[in-house]
């Protein structure tokens, strides 16, 4: 009885982890439309660009840390200021604001460029062993998600087909992660700022966007039921 109460809880709470991944799109037709809003929009990509955009190309033409940081804050501060005098969500934009400060805070005390990247680092590590586990454990958290999102709960388990194709979605996924660390530890360690701030932007949403759209395929294949019902057809014109 008490594992029957806690499961509203549970159910809204993975579904809306499953939403903010992108994951309710799944039923949609894949167009441009639907990727860029499963990013957040244009306005979302620009808010997760700009400001580290700014800090490697000021960092790479002044080699001046403070200025190349304080125009990477200002512009995350700006996007925020746009957010609440547009009356938008600023959820968003907020959580770019404290992770460019925090990294920010870190990289002017400790005098070292690099370590302006040690928070996104260490956020992929912790993503990937955290999916990593899961998988190990035959729990995916993807396919937890994407379960109760699809109205399943844990019942998706004992489909093996489901099960199979949810690991290995986790496993795309912690690949991503891992290879980022792959990439960018290295250059982090042997003090590469101008490389480490490229490839990170490069190995953010441009790899992103692809693992979206195959995530979308495989959960289409993986729970036919909902996706292929009548009614989801293409409408009409």
Known sequence: MADEERTPGVQDAMAAAARRAGFDRADQPITSATLLGAMGGIRGILE?????????????????????LGVSV??????????????SPVSPAV????????????ALLTGRAEDNFVFGLIQ???YGGVL???????????GVAVGYLEGEGTAWRKDRRKFVAMQALTLLWVGL???????????????????????????????FAPLL????LIVRAAFPAKHDAPGREQQPS
């Open 74 to 87: 200002a512009i995350a501060v700006v996007f925020v200021v746009l957010r609440v005098a547009q009356r």
């Open 95 to 106: 959580g770019g604001l404290v992770a460019t400060l925090a990294s920010a805070a870190l």
């Open 132 to 142: 990593l586990v899961s998988v190990l454990v035959g729990w995916p958290l993807i």
């Open 48 to 68: 997760a660009l700009v400001p580290g955009i700014a800090f490697v190309v000021l960092f790479a033409t002044t080699s001046s840390l403070p200025i190349a």
């Open 213 to 216: 759209v195959v995530s979308w």
């Open 177 to 207: 992660f891992a290879l980022r660390l792959i990439v960018q530890v290295p250059l982090y360690y042997s003090g590469q700022v101008e490389l480490l701030g490229t490839f990170k932007l490069i190995m953010g949403i441009p790899l």
């Open 124 to 126: 992929n590590a912790a």
